[in-house]
Nanobody
Framework: QVQVVESGGGLVQAGGSLRLSCTISRRTYDRFVMAWFRQAPGKEREFVSIISWSGGYSNYADSVKGRFTISRTNAQNTAYLQMNSLKPEDTAVYYC??????????????????WGQGTQVTVSS
């Protein structure tokens, strides 16, 4: 069974930084594509970033480009989201997701196979 667990959320002032982590339990030969989504109160869940299994491909929502960086270390089965220059509008529950589909397939419909429980990020003004 695959489990996805996020950590690293918290409260930060505008302009500050946070790093989220996502650890996935998997068999060593599974090549998961991993992504981050977020959902703010009263809003729909939105795509934030995606990274291929090798780490050679990544993509970002326009709203976070230049401020957020996704990375991963397959040795620890972990993906990260480094969030800099945070804004109050970044406040949301952040979810990690994983899929065995390709990044292009996943981006076409934003359907992922496994989801974490989410971690709260709150940015104060």
């Amino acid at each position: 069974q695959v489990q996805v667990v996020e950590s690293g959320g918290g409260l930060v002032q505008a302009g500050g930084s946070l790093r989220l982590s996502c650890t996935i339990s998997r068999r060593t030969y599974d090549r998961f594509v991993m992504a981050w989504f977020r959902q703010a109160p009263g809003k729909e869940r939105e795509f934030v970033s995606i990274i291929s299994w090798s780490g050679g491909y990544s993509n970002y929502a326009d709203s976070v480009k230049g401020r957020f960086t996704i990375s991963r270390t397959n040795a620890q089965n972990t993906a990260y989201l480094q969030m800099n220059s945070l804004k109050p509008e970044d406040t949301a529950v952040y979810y990690c997701a994983a899929t065995l589909r390709t990044p292009a397939q996943a981006l076409s419909d934003l359907r992922f196979d496994y989801w974490g429980q989410g971690t709260q990020v709150t940015v104060s003004s």
